[in-house]
């Protein structure tokens, strides 16, 4: 496919719910345009977008995949994203490489949770927008009930290019409502008709509707059009089609059923004909604050990496759109981040999973670069390095699990197939937690892990485990306390003794500390820091359940000690042991961490959230709303109770709530909490563990 002119290129991100039909709907393009043999479907396991073994077995689609169809002289690069939650990071930084958002609603279901979330975020990137009504010949479709529903929710600017001639079963083609014709797809190719004289006036009233909703694009013809003295001509309403689309005047609607490709081949026509190029978009901010648009023309070669993905085969793969000059294999480009050169190779366009060797891609198209070497999601490459995207801020991942590696022996492989997918996806976190002794995978929710781990198997051959995440309780003590730790052993030769008295107090917020009170040399100088460092450790260790100890203030003051056989590691003995006798009568408490929570949700949901932080022992701090209308919720909670708050959140909520979390101090654990942590510690250790 050779690299089409800049203005001759469509870049169409299709979102929405899970099962709307956005998969099926890329298939039907390609099909239709003669790129692929067959319409293959994701539940048929088919498809030819929704290639990964992942994908074919959950049966939606979890990444982003590129259709690039070429149509008349046009290029359109379809992605289809995920409208998974679980994958909305994916999603949103496609949304990015993308003039149009094209919203793919069921015609029974209607806009559901994903819709109203990518919604609000296409408008915040100035995205423009559009819908496409799908799988209107199923039972209980209602185009006017959808439509309606579309109204209340995304306002009045939406308005009908397609509608439906019946529905349900008895649904047999669209009317081109822009060109007044009516459309049928029959076998292999699309017939255009008059429109039958039953649907006329359904017909007139959705162009008198479109008009409306166009002719605010040019003011003198607006108020031609206002004055009422005569309707915008064909050829005027079709010259306003673009202004208004791209003046975010209107947004066009289209209906169809992509299974039986009705409505597809006009839609087509339509996205090649009216829909923004790239060099229409907004501008992109620059990290240095400035901004840069798609420019053709002989510009210095600049691209942005908006997605990079691993390839068992190929390696990995870096999804670039580029925003000016032309890339082709041979080009040394400067990646903006590392100011490391990175020489292009191969410049590809992908088909689904099959990779496509081209001469080159000129500004404004979307090609994969196999094989750079450092290059990741969010990086710019330009020739002088000099220009660099900021990345849009992603979704931060608040559900944490834990891995370990079956055999003990593939730890190694295991950390390392980790740091690529965290390279890969910005919405995985990897981290170590020394503390815990534990490598966590903070993620958006089960789903995103579980891909995890499978692909973990079939790529590094590695059997994983989950296991809950190990929360860091702390321990204390909540009064004084004095105890003599006395160490003497005696083996024949020269022995070990240490003695001192410590004496411990309470210190609320000012950490450790610790106090030589020792006079007269009781104790000789040169081993205090010994009673130091074994107090420090047996504050590591614990007193309770195994927590480290803080907050306590430490002094020795009296001892003894003998010439020969007292040293470091005898006082460093002695001072754990009067420690740990000083603690029994210091009354130790556990801490638990505390989280303070930001949780939005809707209206209807906020009554049910504050019950069930309630139940978690939460507090409620307070309560706000933001701009979208929703509820904000501020908590303060044990983060033992919210620690994997992410699916409980979407239960409650049905999937539209959001929250924000943050560790924020410890406070005093109730008995019950702290009588079950000791006594599982009591048991490992007696278990030998």
Request: proline share 4%.
């Amino acid at each position: 496919m050779a690299a089409p002119e800049t203005l001759h290129v469509r870049n169409i991100v299709l979102v929405g719910q899970d099962g709307a039909g956005k998969t099926s709907l890329a298939e039907a393009m390609l099909y239709i345009s003669g790129q692929t043999p067959r319409m293959g479907t994701t539940h048929d396991g088919k498809s030819f977008m929704d290639y990964d073994a992942e994908e074919i077995k959950r049966k939606f689609t979890m990444s982003t995949s590129i259709a690039p169809i070429p149509y008349k002289d046009y290029k359109i690069n379809l992605l289809d994203t995920s409208g998974h939650p679980d994958f909305i990071g994916d999603t949103l930084a496609t949304m990015q490489a993308a003039e149009m958002a094209m919203f793919v609603i069921d015609a029974v279901a209607g806009p559901q949770v994903m819709t109203d979330k990518l919604w609000r975020e296409a408008e915040g990137m100035r995205l423009s927008r559009s819908v496409f009504i799908n799988h209107i010949d199923r039972e209980n479709a209602n185009f006017d009930v959808i439509m309606a529903a579309l109204h209340a929710r995304f306002g009045s600017r939406l308005g009908a290019v397609t509608i439906p001639m019946g529905v349900d079963k008895d649904f047999k083609g669209v009317i081109d409502v822009l060109r007044m014709k009516a459309r049928y797809f029959e076998g292999e190719t699309e017939r255009v008709e008059e429109i039958p004289a039953e649907y006329a006036a359904a017909a007139e009233a959705a162009r008198e509707k479109l008009c409306d909703l166009v002719a605010e694009a040019d003011e003198d013809l607006m108020m031609k059009y206002l004055d009422g003295d005569e309707q915008l001509t064909q050829e005027e309403l079709e010259s306003l089609f673009d202004k208004a689309i791209a003046q975010e005047l209107f947004i066009p609607v289209f209906v169809g059923s992509t299974i039986i490709k009705q409505g597809i081949q006009g839609l087509m026509e339509d996205i090649c004909t009216y829909f923004p190029h790239p060099t229409a978009h907004g501008a992109f901010r620059l990290a240095d604050g400035g901004e840069i648009r798609v420019t053709k023309g002989d510009q210095q070669a600049a691209g942005f990496v908006f997605k990079t993905l691993s390839d068992p085969y190929v390696g990995r793969l870096s999804f670039v759109k580029v925003f000016s000059g032309t890339f082709a294999p041979g080009v040394e480009l400067v990646n903006a981040r590392t100011r490391k050169k990175e020489r292009l190779g191969h410049v590809c366009i992908m088909k689904g999973k099959e990779t496509i060797d081209v001469k080159g891609a000129m500004a404004g198209d979307i090609i994969v670069v196999p094989k750079l070497a450092d290059t990741r999601t969010g990086d710019t490459l330009s020739h002088t390095g000099d220009i660099a995207i900021d990345p849009l801020p992603l979704p931060i991942p608040q559900y944490p699990v834990a891995i370990e590696a079956a055999n003990k022996k593939e730890e190694d492989k295991l950390g390392t197939f980790l740091a690529r997918v965290a390279e890969n996806d910005p919405t995985v976190r990897i981290e170590r937690r020394e503390e815990t002794h534990q490598t966590v995978i903070t993620a958006m929710g089960e789903a995103q892990v579980e891909t995890i781990l499978h692909r973990l198997k079939d790529q590094a051959d590695v059997e994983a485990v989950l296991v809950p995440v190990r929360i860091p309780y702390r321990e204390t003590i909540r009064a004084t306390a004095e105890a003599q730790g006395r160490h003497k052993k005696q083996t024949g030769g020269a022995g070990q003794f240490g003695d001192c008295w410590l004496r411990l107090e309470p210190n609320p917020g000012a950490g450790y500390e610790f106090v030589d009170a020792i006079k007269g040399g009781v104790i000789p100088g040169g081993l205090i820091p010994a009673v130091d460092k074994g107090v420090q450790e047996a504050m590591t260790e614990g007193f309770l359940a195994g927590y480290p100890m803080v907050d306590i203030k430490c002094t020795v003051y009296d001892g003894s000690y003998h010439s020969v056989d007292s040293n470091e590691m005898a006082f460093k003995t002695a001072a754990r042991i009067g420690f740990r006798a000083a603690c029994e009568q210091a009354k130790p408490v556990l801490l638990e961490p505390m989280a303070d929570m930001s949780i939005a949700v809707g209206e209807e949901y906020a009554g049910a959230v504050m019950g069930d932080i309630s139940t978690r022992r939460g507090r409620i701090i307070g309560t706000d709303s933001n701009d979208a209308g929703e509820t904000i919720i501020l908590v303060r909670v044990p983060y033992a109770e919210v620690v994997t708050y992410t699916k409980d959140l979407r239960s409650i909520s049905r999937g539209s709530g959001s929250y924000s979390i943050e560790l924020n101090g410890y406070e005093q654990a109730p008995h019950d909490v702290q009588d079950r942590l000791v006594k599982a510690y009591q048991e490992k250790r007696a278990a030998g563990n």
